[in-house]
Every structure is written in structure tokens, then in C-alpha cells.
């Protein structure tokens, strides 16, 4: 196979997924996996399957390629404010029951007036700031004076909590991220309390979570949908994670392309594999790690010091990337490995979709 | 237009254009801009118009696109090391000019019998290290050694002398791009004479070079062949280097998506944005400075502190990335705006190619 490739091991793929069925079965928790990991039409029809209720996605052409693909229930967990992407929205939830994330009230305005226009209904989570600091509302008296204005607002309905702690998914030590966690969902929980004495229902929905914090809050019995997205693939900052119930399928194949003493040049840099959350790790083919140290990754090489001269010019390597996500839309397609052998490729449908 | 969107000012772009091409009149230097900043083969034939010789590329999957789109010389300027490739390296020889980096003996020999069972000539750089401690050859007795295999051998051609030096590109006085390079230069210089000693031509090519060291190879007299890719488009880091004869061209569009407090977040991230050099530069649409600190970048946000509360919900901003050439690879159309109005639409045609 040409390198670089993305592969995934298809058989740790399956258990993942089954790993998922099983955590979250018997518990109140639904499954609405993020999209933004795969951005593959053909794994998002199997995990809703797979019992997942729908699916999460990032922005406005990630869940115009989910409803193409005939995923019915979607939800683009950011806002939108472009005036004339606020009509694509507003015309999208004609096709799909569709969620959008809101943390301003005239942004809530004026996709009331575009649903009304369209004759849409669009369904809101209002966001709420947990630690991330990103988007969301902090101050509960905000949060609540803006789920009454969609609630009253045409063409909009107010259907629940964003609440996402992608903070907290990368902590390494399950204490950490119990602790964090254990604090957002009693900022939440008052949250909820205070919505239904302001008549909001009681079985309203809350939505967030990673693959880092995905057992905690099966557990908490407070979320009602779970986010994770990575869970699938992993990947090497993941894998320094302790007690995940999931496995690293995910791949980039390379190649040695030279061979200078102990430095050693592989034909895969930042254009072919995420280096944002950190550096991938280096295993042989059979899969035994390399004990190199990764010096360095530019346009099209990732350079290691192989103090052992282990690698040869010309030879195969596996790449754990350091960013499943982001190493992801780099590429057209992935190719599904097992024993050796391709058994299927998947095209990676919303490959480059960030608009 | 739907953001975040690449947008290029077409009247800089062809300044840029027309100030290399000033920069190299009257001299020996030639024009062999590198694609993989671009990867549009719209522009690479428009600097064939203007003067190139041919084009670098950093990848073989660059040159097939390239070779389709009617380049006839075309330089590969990494090693490939990967069978069923090298015999792909040598098809492509029977349809263009092509130049391949060498930097090892067995790599030679695998491309000569490649070459000689398809009937097509390689023609060969032998990479030489100047200090980037990437792939090339270190020592002149063994450089010479695989220059005269490579002379020897059926279906090669030994062409001349890569020697790059991408470390010295963003160093940002041009006495320190210029002690750096002349230093590089008398190493070159005593190769070539070892070289014409050996009965190698005079007239051999020294390619290399980049948007950081024109000027000075430029006035140098030794390379016959300037590698720089960048120059059309700069960056943020490129902009922040002393006495470059280019200006900045290439920016994401992009929309705030959520102000809250001093706390502004843009819909451009990680996935849309380079920032494997740096982060980028804020603008408002009219083009002056956002004074802003640009704390965080994620997958599909950059994250602002807006002390003067500047910035308002949905408004869009230009971004100028930090890295042109692992920017323009996130995307698969760059629009050219001339007073305002799109006026042209490329489509990146390499994008992805990074086998």
C-alpha cells in the first residue's frame, strides 16, 4: 500500500464499538457520538445501528453530509451567527430533526426568524459554560432568561443542556477527571433544578461528554446523551490515559524514505498526520513499539533519533497519531485492516467540511 | 461567502509574482518555485508563463498531478524509497523531465533498475546536508561516491546538487539568513570543485533555497535553481522577517461565532488554519490589526482575548495563517478577491496528494 495511509484495525474497531453498547447499556445515557472524529457517512449509519440516538457534529457542512447521507437526527454542537448560514440551518431542519447550540439571544432571534421564514422547526440547546471556556453561558440567571426567550420565540424550541468539558478528557489519572466531573455536574444539576422551577420539563436533555470521561458520566446518571467521538480509533494522547474501556485501531502506515546514522526520515508530517495534541508513537509493522525519540514533524517528515539503528531505509512503520481527529481530515479514505489484508475502504465523507 | 473560506488579494499574489521575477532578472539564478505551498496547478502552469524552469514538488503523488496538468519538468525534491513507488517514479520519467533526490546507494540502484525495465531516464539530485539535518549526505567522499554510482548507472542521470536549507528560511534578520548562508555556500562551493575534479560538468545544477533566503541566493552566484514556494502567498511568520521583497496575499476568512466578555471565538481552528509555525494574525475585514491576544486553537475554533471588546458576534475577521503551505492543504478551492469581489476561483488540485 502507498504511504502514507490511514488504516484501522478493524477487529479492535468492532470491540470499541461493542465496549461503547456495553458501558452505556442498562444506564439512562444515549449514545450521540461526534462526527468530527470519523467524518465517515458509512460509520455514522452503523453506530445509529448500533442504538446510537443520533449524531454530533461540529459545523454546518458536517450535518448537511449526515442528513445526505440519511442520518435523521443531528445536532451541530456550536454556534452559528453567519445571517445566511442561519437560513441553511433554518432550511436543513425541514429534512432532519436538527439541534443547534445557542449562547446569545440574538442569535436565538434570529434563527427564530429563519425558521419562521422556512416554516422549520430548529431545537436549541442552550450552552453552558463548565470550565472549557469556549463558548456557553456561566451566569445561570443569562442561562435561563435565554431558554425562556427560545422558549417563546417561533420556530424554536428549547430541548435541552449543552454542556461539554473537553478540559477535562485529556486528564490523565481517572481521579482527575472524576473530580472535575463530579463538580460540573453539580453546577448542572442546580442548573436543571432552577429550569424546572422556571416550568422547563423535567426529563429535559443534557448533552455532552468525551471518550475521556464517557464511564464517569454513564455512572453520574445526569447526561442524557454522550458526545464521544474518538472512542472508535484513539489515539496516542489517549493512550496515556488510564483505566479507558477502549483500544487504539487507528493508524498512519509510513515509510522510511532516509536513513542518516541514528536520524531516520519518514514520509509522514503535519500534512498527513495531526500533531496538535501531540506527537504520534512509533511501532514496527508486527506492532512492538520503536524505542526511538520523535525529534521533530514538518510539511511531509516526521524525524526520529533511533539510537539503536533499528529502522532501515525503505522500511514500513505504524504512526499512532498524536490527534485522531484532526489526522482524519487529512485523508480521502480509510482502509479497514484485518489479518493483514484490506477488507474494506470507507471514504471519508466530510473530509475538509469545517464550514 | 461561507466561512472559514482561503481567500488570496490577486493584486499582492501578482506583485509577489512580478517581484521574484525582478529579483532574479540579470541574474544566473532560475525559478523552480516549489508546489507544495500552492498546489494548484493553475498557478504552477502560470509560473511556467512567467519564467520557471520547472517545478519542485515535495511528493510523488504532487508530480502525477502536476505531469497531468501539463509540467514538463518537474523535481520530486525528497527521497522515495518504497518499491512499487520507485517503479511509479520511473513510469512518470518516460512522460516528463523528472528529477528525483537521492541521498543513498542502494535507493540508486533500486531507481536504475527501475528505470532501465521501463525504458525511461531518472534524472537524480544528490541531496547534500547543509545543516537542516533532514535526509541528505554529510560527507563529500561519500557524496562523491554516489554521484559517480549514479553516473555509472544504466537509466540514471546524475543532475546536480540539492542542497536546502529550511532552517535558515525563517530566521528573521537578514544578517543572520546571510552569515548562515554563506557559510552553507563555501561548503557547496568546495563540493563542486571536488565534483568538476572528478570530471563532473561545470555548469552542474545547485537547487535549493526558499522565500526567506531569495534575495541572497539571488546575489549569491552559486545556486542556478531557487526552491521558494511561499512567496506568492507569505504567512504571519514570513511577516515578521526583515526585508522581504513579498507581502502578505493569502488569508482565512473566518466569523465569530461567540463573544462572551473579552473572551471572542472565531469558526476557523485547527482543521482550517495552519498552525504548526505559529498562530496567526487578526485583521478586521478592512484590513487593521485586531489588538488581540490569540490564546488557544482547536479543532475548529481560535480563541481570542478582546480587551477593548472590539469584536462583535457573527462578524467576520481575516485571519493570516501561520503556516501558508499547511494551510492551503486543509482546502480544496482558494478564491482570488480583487476591490472586494471574488474574481476567481482555483481549485487546489493537489490537495491531500501526500504519497
Same mark, same amino acid.
Not at 488504516?7 to 479492535?12: E, H, M, N, P
Not at 489519572?173 to 422547563?200: D, N, S, W
Given at each position: 500500500?502507498?504511504?502514507?495511509?490511514?488504516?484501522?484495525?478493524?477487529?479492535?474497531?468492532?470491540?470499541?464499538?461493542?465496549?461503547?453498547?456495553?458501558?452505556?447499556?442498562?444506564?439512562?445515557?444515549?449514545?450521540?457520538?461526534?462526527?468530527?472524529?470519523?467524518?465517515?457517512?458509512?460509520?455514522? @449509519?452503523?453506530? &445509529? !445501528?448500533?442504538?446510537?440516538?443520533? #449524531?454530533?457534529? %461540529?459545523? *454546518?457542512?458536517?450535518? +448537511?453530509?449526515?442528513?445526505?447521507?440519511?442520518?435523521?437526527?443531528?445536532?451541530?454542537?456550536?454556534?452559528?451567527?453567519?445571517?445566511?448560514?442561519?437560513?441553511?440551518?433554518?432550511?436543513?431542519?425541514?429534512?432532519?430533526?436538527?439541534?443547534?447550540?445557542?449562547?446569545?439571544?440574538?442569535?436565538?432571534?434570529?434563527?427564530?426568524?429563519?425558521?419562521?421564514?422556512?416554516?422549520?422547526?430548529?431545537?436549541?440547546?442552550?450552552?453552558?459554560?463548565?470550565?472549557?471556556? @469556549?463558548?456557553? &453561558? !456561566?451566569?445561570?440567571?443569562?442561562? #435561563?432568561?435565554? %431558554?425562556? *426567550?427560545?422558549?417563546? +420565540?417561533?420556530?424554536?424550541?428549547?430541548?435541552?443542556?449543552?454542556?461539554?468539558?473537553?478540559?477535562?478528557?485529556?486528564?490523565?489519572?481517572?481521579?482527575?477527571?472524576?473530580?472535575?466531573?463530579?463538580?460540573?455536574?453539580?453546577?448542572?444539576?442546580?442548573?436543571?433544578?432552577?429550569?424546572?422551577?422556571?416550568?422547563?420539563?423535567?426529563?429535559?436533555?443534557?448533552?455532552?461528554?468525551?471518550?475521556?470521561?464517557?464511564?464517569?458520566?454513564?455512572?453520574?446518571?445526569?447526561?442524557?446523551?454522550?458526545?464521544?467521538?474518538?472512542?472508535?480509533?484513539?489515539?496516542?494522547?489517549?493512550?496515556?490515559?488510564?483505566?479507558?474501556?477502549?483500544?487504539?485501531?487507528?493508524?498512519?502506515?509510513?515509510?522510511?524514505?532516509?536513513?542518516?546514522?541514528?536520524?531516520?526520515?519518514?514520509?509522514?508530517?503535519?500534512?498527513?498526520?495531526?500533531?496538535?495534541?501531540?506527537?504520534?508513537?512509533?511501532?514496527?509493522?508486527?506492532?512492538?513499539?520503536?524505542?526511538?525519540?520523535?525529534?521533530?514533524?514538518?510539511?511531509?517528515?516526521?524525524?526520529?533519533?533511533?539510537?539503536?539503528?533499528?529502522?532501515?531505509?525503505?522500511?514500513?512503520?505504524?504512526?499512532?497519531?498524536?490527534?485522531?481527529?484532526?489526522?482524519?481530515?487529512?485523508?480521502?479514505?480509510?482502509?479497514?485492516?484485518?489479518?493483514?489484508?484490506?477488507?474494506?475502504?470507507?471514504?471519508?465523507?466530510?473530509?475538509?467540511?469545517?464550514?
Amino acid at each position: 500500500m502507498e504511504t502514507p495511509a490511514l488504516i484501522v484495525d478493524k477487529d479492535i474497531f468492532e470491540a470499541n464499538m461493542d465496549a461503547m453498547t456495553s458501558l452505556l447499556s442498562g444506564t439512562t445515557l444515549k449514545l450521540r457520538p461526534h462526527y468530527k472524529s470519523n467524518k465517515c457517512a458509512a460509520i455514522a @449509519r452503523r453506530q &445509529i !445501528e448500533h442504538g446510537a440516538v443520533g #449524531i454530533t457534529c %461540529a459545523k *454546518l457542512s458536517e450535518a +448537511l453530509d449526515l442528513c445526505d447521507a440519511g442520518i435523521e437526527n443531528i445536532l451541530i454542537a456550536n454556534q452559528i451567527t453567519d445571517g445566511e448560514k442561519i437560513f441553511r440551518v433554518a432550511l436543513l431542519a425541514k429534512k432532519c430533526h436538527l439541534i443547534i447550540c445557542v449562547d446569545d439571544k440574538d442569535n436565538a432571534r434570529a434563527l427564530s426568524a429563519a425558521a419562521v421564514s422556512c416554516g422549520s422547526t430548529v431545537y436549541c440547546y442552550v450552552e453552558y459554560e463548565i470550565g472549557m471556556r @469556549r463558548c456557553g &453561558i !456561566e451566569d445561570d440567571e443569562e442561562y #435561563i432568561e435565554t %431558554a425562556e *426567550l427560545i422558549r417563546e +420565540l417561533p420556530g424554536l424550541k428549547y430541548a435541552g443542556i449543552q454542556a461539554y468539558a473537553g478540559h477535562v478528557s485529556h486528564m490523565v489519572t481517572e481521579e482527575e477527571r472524576r473530580e472535575h466531573t463530579e463538580k460540573e455536574q453539580q453546577k448542572i444539576r442546580a442548573l436543571k433544578e432552577k429550569l424546572i422551577e422556571h416550568g422547563f420539563p423535567k426529563d429535559l436533555d443534557i448533552s455532552g461528554g468525551s471518550t475521556g470521561t464517557a464511564v464517569i458520566k454513564a455512572a453520574g446518571g445526569l447526561y442524557t446523551e454522550l458526545q464521544a467521538g474518538s472512542y472508535l480509533f484513539l489515539d496516542s494522547t489517549y493512550g496515556g490515559l488510564q483505566n479507558l474501556p477502549f483500544k487504539n485501531s487507528l493508524y498512519v502506515l509510513s515509510t522510511v524514505v532516509s536513513v542518516r546514522g541514528n536520524r531516520v526520515m519518514l514520509d509522514a508530517g503535519v500534512k498527513s498526520i495531526g500533531v496538535d495534541q501531540g506527537m504520534p508513537a512509533v511501532l514496527k509493522l508486527e506492532g512492538t513499539p520503536v524505542r526511538c525519540s520523535l525529534v521533530d514533524a514538518n510539511e511531509e517528515h516526521v524525524k526520529l533519533f533511533d539510537p539503536d539503528t533499528e529502522l532501515k531505509n525503505g522500511e514500513k512503520v505504524l504512526l499512532i497519531p498524536g490527534h485522531c481527529c484532526s489526522t482524519v481530515n487529512l485523508y480521502d479514505k480509510m482502509y479497514f485492516v484485518r489479518g493483514g489484508k484490506v477488507v474494506d475502504r470507507l471514504e471519508i465523507t466530510a473530509r475538509g467540511c469545517s464550514r
